[in-house]
């Protein structure tokens, strides 16, 4: 868990860009965290600005963005504008001297989360990728529990995030919805675990001109296998991550709140080829286990409450936050292949990303 | 639905071929139905076969399908043995003059298979395959919203059938499960709707030697896509399949007795381009629907129970059965073809049936 | 649906009384309604009070209940205090010439409640009770369906309400949790159906010197029954009502926000004596209906933004609240009968309470 | 878990009484046992019993209960037939030396209970009770949890058994459906620990001329307490049972077959008086558990093979019965008093039976 500072410290004074959807978030977190001190709410439209701050408050509205900039007491931005703007904004920001938190996807393309990540480094100011899944107590517990060997070594991970959702006027549904699945399976594979190439399939339905339910096929190192059912015209929300591991298997359903995990106990084991003799190789040893179930007692906590803590622990110390920019480029290099493989009929797609994405 | 038989005439004698997983199930409900006087119960193991019968039936068990097949008595087989065996016992069971039901799949391969529906042709007998759950109070229904027009054209479909199954030593998770799968798409698709290509993307996970997780991605000829995913590693079974069609949308979930089916009178609609004049075309007009959701109140019978009337039907008429060896052919044909694309890594394959599969 | 007012008129002015638990979203609901504009947040408790409204408001915080109620902008108090504080604060604003909400229960006994119902009517002042679930649009359609006669006449209403709950100090599970219960159900009867006895059973459990689980029985007029079950120790939420008629029967399960409300044309129904001639008489005549189950679209909307509408067109059309003080002594009425069967061994006990409790 | 017996000895000769809706399960059960030779099946309505048999089997049918009990062969009968036959037929079979089975309640009342109990004692023959859920590996366990202390000191328990069921002529709702509950309330209850009173509160709704609705409450001589919702009207179909435990609560969902039993280590705890000083004595020290739940896995079989077993075990080796007759009574006893409560409007009765019912 990623407490708030206990610090005599000021706190870090903040601004946040945007306030359409997530924004509102943002700004009820940041006024939240002792850690920060919310000066600005950005937007280009003013009165929507006004109206997400309400009647009653001191902060200050604005529909300029240099005024943000140029504010001392602002030593960082968070956007939560649409990711073609990510560009121009963020390095506006992060060349005014400003840490800056940015929704995801990062950016519009992989080059220009590529310039942003430089960008931050050469400055050595933070860049930090809302992620915000990454840092609900169900995906930290996942985490450890991958990171720690607990389930074994990965197997499949399948995942499904479907519902009736907006459709988006400029991104098909792998661009609106896979960056949570693609975040979230980044931040969990343990080291040296990476995906290595991607298939997408997808379909419009409708006649929207774009993809509303597509599946991802990603392949990893290991020989593992994940994948990803995103659509936006699902009538039931479903939201269930399966993770089989070597020796447990986890299900996460994140819309039953008092089981958001289960840990079974539960699975198929074939004996290796090297712990058998000539005869026992001819038939396979399979041997199933049926144990228990655990599920978890996980603390409630606002997974943003804890994305913003983080965002302070890294402008504090300097060092990366858990989901930095090049985390954010990692995603950016597979939601790329995946738009290639879904223009080439589903042909797998080689990632050539390094650690670095 | 399909009732049993009014009629004075004799029961059809039958025999049961396989006294393994399945036989049991045939051999309890050709006992129920009046339509047949089951004969014999048949296996290479005849205490197996006696032990299925147990100590209180008058059915005779036999290790001799010679003995089945010369006994004038028995009008009709039901094959009830692994799908390498198909083809020889079948066509032996033909060429005695008998009709047959064949367990899923039909064949070991489309070659195979489409020998048996010639022969059976040629000599006009009825050849069904058991695609069981085709005559689930469930499908049934979905097959008369799809095929009323009630649903609306098909968008996709989404099937999910996965659970900690037993690992099978010749075949791979595909050729296990998908064949419930592609039946029921080959059941329920309105007249004149079809699939054309399929892909497949598989993972072995536990070092079996065949895929015990998979993905099929079918494209049908109206633009829906189906998919579906299969899985013995699964510590949860889940079985549910979601059916996106214009006007409404369905969702089945067999695992829930007291709401199988339910109709969501919920989507997203996007009015059609020459709706629209110029002004409008840029933006796109899409509009959402949500309202109620129907369960309707199914009639619970055993699937099995109309199999076999339908079976019965089948053979006194004449006439096809609704799962005909011709709908085993397209089955098949699928199967062949999503395993050439597993082993190209997922490449799309063209299915080259016509009507017959 | 209670709409916010289309007025061109001054908000009213207003002033949340309590900091504790509930107190908050008084003053979030507050702010977000044009109807109002709130002043004060006041507690004994001064650094609570400005913990809640954080860092970023404009709203005053006080300990001083004279402050709040000498200030001629404030015509409005909402009150979220223990009950055994509300005679007093409440009869204080009153005679200051405040519109009153109380919490629920209107207050710690029906002799205190009947004080502040007089005091209001003398005084020609709006006193509501805050039966939140009463404003959910779950309970809305409920009354509708019942006013309307949807479901028919009511045979029998069964409300579970348990959790983990927080063991209160001063009262028991009845007076903590069975106010909403109670509450819906005097919302929903229609006009002439009523409670005329109640019996109740508890259980302290794990020595906590008060009962933690309670079951009501009521009797209403008409033969109806209605039953609750009241926990704080389970470790399993349950939130579900079923509201049996003669037409249909409804299902209301608090905790599935993808169908909360469903309503089953099931059920069983008894041809009545005077249809039936002697022979008839000796058999019953019982029919089983087993038809469709709607799950009706609700919109989403928050109870409390709903109750803080109608609490501001009671005030200024000076017609009594949908939950007004009277519903409030209905419900104390009960609760006070259902503590004398507590006392008593579960004897039922009559209540005498005409229409106004 | 109760194996077969594992024995040379001959099989027990079983005859079933009774072919409506029970027998053809026991018919089943006894055909699958090594451990019984079933003989006859035997109902007034010989085409009834000659229909349940089919047309395949080679056990006798026949309308002649003498013909039955003369049978030498025969050494057990099984009873499913009304409870007002029970007394009558079972005494008979014991008085011909057989070892009867009871299909619950043991009888119409506790005197005709007592008679038959006495009856096999005087001839040292075995009366078992067929409470079949007593069998079930969920209660199975249930019962090991609580008598192994693993739950800790019974707080309550809370039972809920609903669906659309038959409307009986004969008896109402309590002594339809509460036997269930009450029977195994019975088998899990650890040595001591015995209800001391009930109270029963019923409603007709649909105009049955009995209850249809019913809800029971009892006292245990721990202070405990458990309750009873069982209901012929609900359209939804609810077999829950909450069993709070003083170190862990178990909920048990018999309609979940993926996760029937779940053991939540959360819960309430409060320091004990003698415990705290006077200071603290003033304020309950109360702390709250909320650790993980665990769903243990269970073996699936089915609860009749189980009693079926121990049916053949009671009778070889001539001890009692898990469910012997005297647990019978002890239903029928809570049963009574249910019925006075009822007939005098809920007043608790207090159950006059010691350990024998």
């Known amino acids: 868990m990623i407490p708030p500072l206990a610090t005599a410290e000021e706190p870090i ?39 997400v701050l309400g009647a009653y408050s001191t902060v200050e509205a604005t529909d300029s963005l240099d005024a943000v900039l140029s504010d001392d007491r602002v030593q960082a931005v968070a956007l939560a504008t649409p990711a073609g703007t990510h560009l121009p904004v963020t390095l506006a920001a992060l060349r005014a001297g400003k840490h800056v938190l940015v929704e995801k996807p990062l950016a519009a393309t992989h080059e220009e ?26 995906v930290l517990r996942i985490r450890e529990l991958l990171h720690s060997g607990e389930l074994g070594e990965l197997h499949y991970l399948d995942s499904v995030r479907i519902n009736l959702g907006l459709v988006q006027r400029d991104i098909d549904v792998i661009w609106d919805l896979a960056p949570h699945d693609l975040s ?58 399966i ?18 995990l289960a840990i079974f106990d539960r699975g198929v084991d074939v004996a290796s080829p090297h712990e058998l003799d000539v005869e026992e190789r001819r038939d396979m040893l399979v041997s199933y286990r049926s144990g228990d ?31 930095d920019g090049r985390s954010g480029l990692r995603v950016l290099s597979i939601l790329e292949a995946a738009s290639r493989s879904l223009a080439k009929g589903g042909e797998m797609i080689k990632l050539n990303g390094g650690p670095n994405g």
């Open 13 to 51: 004074g903040v601004a946040v860009i945007g306030a359409g959807y997530w924004g509102p978030n943002l700004v009820r977190n940041f006024q939240g965290s002792t850690s920060f001190r919310l000066r600005w709410l950005c937007d280009l439209d003013l009165h929507r600005a006004r109206s």
């Open 113 to 138: 989360g590529r310039q942003l990540v430089d960008e931050a480094d050469r400055r050595g100011l933070t860049l930090m990728c809302d992620h915000t899944y990454c840092y609900t107590p169900a």
């Open 184 to 241: 979230i399976l980044d931040f969990v594979l343990p080291e040296g675990v990476t995906p290595v190439a991607v298939a997408a399939q997808g379909a419009d339905g409708i006649g929207a001109g774009r993809s509303c339910i597509a599946y991802l096929t990603l392949r990893l190192n290991t020989g593992a296998i994940a994948h990803v059912h995103v659509n936006w015209l699902s009538p039931v929300k479903i939201r269930t991550t």
């Open 243 to 260: 993770i089989g591991g070597s020796k447990r298997t986890l299900v996460w359903d994140d819309l039953n709140p008092s089981q958001r």
């Open 293 to 323: 179930m655990v599920a978890p007692a996980l603390t409630e906590r606002e997974a943003l409450r804890t994305m913003v803590e983080e965002f302070g622990r890294a402008i504090r110390t300097g060092t990366p936050a858990l989901t």
